[in-house]
Each structure stands twice: as structure tokens, then as C-alpha cells.
């Protein structure tokens, strides 16, 4: 189920009987046809175990299940919107960034130390976002949002991308992540977030990066 682009800050979905997605509560803008909106209370497609275990991380955001024959249109706060398709890989993203998201998408959790061990828990902490992130997985869209705009940046064997954590925004493909203390020429110039860090980001995939070190 592709998300059409209205503009920079909406999206629209179609839906068909026996189809449904998830979307942030309160990020129905307009819609036609017959649809429904019912609030989730089993944590997405990945059950009630997936939702235990976000609520435990702070990683929960409140969804609406989306149900129903027509079309939807999202937005939310006049943040960016960038659709972002699954082909079987996992996108790793804060959970207040899902905008909405395919039903067929499998949601869980990670414990952001699985990846880069300590340093991956303090990237936690210096960004604010928390020491979990929400996964999804499978094939499908995801609309998220972001402040001032997003980037795609590939990351490619041998050619790892450093972004400042403050920016990012989500990653996906066989990536790792690590983060590394750095003085570069934001902070020598006093515009950088106050964290000497950068987040380095290696393997196969793509990582997404905003306009903005403010967080939603």
C-alpha cells in the first residue's frame, strides 16, 4: 500500500477491503470512502508481547488501527514527511517519528546496546531519543516525520557515513552504528548541540538524516 506525497507534509493512503496500516493518533487530516479508525491496543502487528515490551522501553507511541474501503489523508504538527519502502529489510526509527505505516510491516523492538555494545546505549542517551528504538520488517511503506527535511544517504561496504546524532533520523539494511567523540568545525564555531559525538554508520543500506538537530 504506497503513500502518495501531497506535499512535503502530506501523505495519502488508499485503502482496500481487507487492508489496513497504523497510523500516530491524531494524524488523520481527512479521508474519504468508508474507513474506520480504531485505537490499538495490541501494539501493531507485533502483538501484545511487542507492546509490553515498547511501554517497558518508553518506546510507545499511541496508534489508531486504519481499516476500511477509500482514501486517507495524514499529516502532523507541519512536521516533514518522507515515505520510505521496505523490500524484506528492517528500518530502525523512533517511535514519535511514525507518522503511519502498512499493516503487513512486523513491529518490534531493539535495545539500542545490541548495536555497539555501550557506545550504542550512550547514542541513546545523547540524543535524547532513549536506549530502545522501534523496528519494522517486512515488505511495505513507512511515512515518517522530521523537522525542515530529509535525506537519503547510502552507506556501501568500505564507505561508512558519519551524521551528527541530533540529526538523525532512521536507518535501514545491514548496518551498524557506533559512536565516536569528535571536535569538528560546528563546535568549534559554536553551532553544534553541545555533544562532541558523531554517529558512524557502516555496512549496507541507507541511513535518513533532517534538516535540523531538534527533535520531535
Same mark, same amino acid.
Given at each position: 500500500?504506497?503513500?502518495?506525497?501531497?506535499?512535503?507534509?502530506?501523505?495519502?493512503?488508499?485503502?482496500?477491503?481487507?487492508?489496513?496500516?497504523?497510523?500516530?493518533?491524531?494524524?488523520?487530516?481527512?479521508?474519504?470512502?468508508?474507513?474506520?479508525? *480504531?485505537?490499538?491496543?495490541?501494539?501493531?502487528?507485533?502483538?501484545? %508481547?511487542?507492546?509490553?515490551? @515498547?511501554?517497558?522501553?518508553?518506546?510507545?507511541?499511541? /496508534?489508531?488501527?486504519?481499516?476500511?474501503?477509500?482514501?486517507?489523508?495524514?499529516? =502532523? +504538527?507541519?512536521? =516533514?514527511?518522507?515515505?520510505?519502502?521496505?523490500? +524484506? !529489510?528492517?528500518?530502525?526509527?523512533?517511535?514519535?517519528?511514525?507518522? %503511519?505505516?502498512?499493516?503487513?510491516?512486523?513491529?518490534?523492538?531493539?535495545?539500542?546496546?545490541?548495536?555497539?555494545?555501550?557506545?550504542?546505549?550512550? @547514542?541513546?542517551?545523547?540524543?535524547?531519543? +532513549?536506549?530502545? *528504538?522501534?523496528? /519494522? *520488517?517486512?515488505?511495505?511503506?513507512?511515512?515518517?516525520?522530521?523537522?525542515?527535511?530529509?535525506?537519503?544517504?547510502?552507506?556501501?561496504?568500505?564507505?561508512?557515513?558519519?551524521?551528527?546524532?541530533? %540529526?538523525?533520523?532512521? =536507518?535501514?539494511?545491514?548496518?551498524?552504528?557506533? /559512536?565516536?567523540?569528535?571536535?569538528?568545525? @560546528? !563546535?568549534?564555531?559554536?553551532?553544534?548541540?553541545?555533544?562532541?559525538?558523531?554517529?558512524? /554508520?557502516?555496512?549496507?543500506?541507507?541511513?535518513?538524516?533532517? %534538516?535540523?538537530?531538534?527533535?520531535?
Amino acid at each position: 500500500m504506497p503513500f502518495r506525497e501531497i506535499n512535503s507534509k502530506m501523505v495519502e493512503a488508499t485503502l482496500a477491503p481487507g487492508q489496513k496500516l497504523f497510523s500516530q493518533r491524531g494524524a488523520m487530516l481527512a479521508y474519504r470512502g468508508e474507513v474506520s479508525f *480504531t485505537p490499538n491496543i495490541q501494539g501493531g502487528q507485533g502483538g501484545v %508481547a511487542s507492546m509490553i515490551g @515498547r511501554r517497558v522501553a518508553g518506546e510507545a507511541a499511541p /496508534l489508531m488501527t486504519v481499516e476500511g474501503s477509500g482514501t486517507v489523508m495524514f499529516g =502532523h +504538527g507541519g512536521h =516533514h514527511i518522507q515515505v520510505i519502502s521496505l523490500s +524484506g !529489510d528492517t528500518l530502525y526509527v523512533e517511535a514519535d517519528r511514525l507518522l %503511519a505505516f502498512d499493516g503487513t510491516l512486523q513491529q518490534g523492538t531493539m535495545f539500542m546496546g545490541s548495536q555497539g555494545g555501550v557506545m550504542g546505549m550512550v @547514542r541513546g542517551q545523547v540524543t535524547g531519543q +532513549g536506549l530502545f *528504538t522501534t523496528t /519494522l *520488517t517486512g515488505h511495505g511503506a513507512v511515512a515518517v516525520m522530521a523537522h525542515g527535511g530529509v535525506i537519503e544517504l547510502p552507506i556501501t561496504p568500505g564507505r561508512e557515513v558519519h551524521v551528527d546524532p541530533q %540529526a538523525y533520523v532512521a =536507518h535501514h539494511g545491514e548496518v551498524r552504528n557506533k /559512536l565516536s567523540t569528535a571536535v569538528g568545525w @560546528r !563546535d568549534m564555531v559554536g553551532r553544534g548541540s553541545g555533544e562532541a559525538f558523531q554517529l558512524e /554508520l557502516s555496512g549496507s543500506g541507507a541511513v535518513y538524516v533532517q %534538516a535540523s538537530e531538534e527533535k520531535l
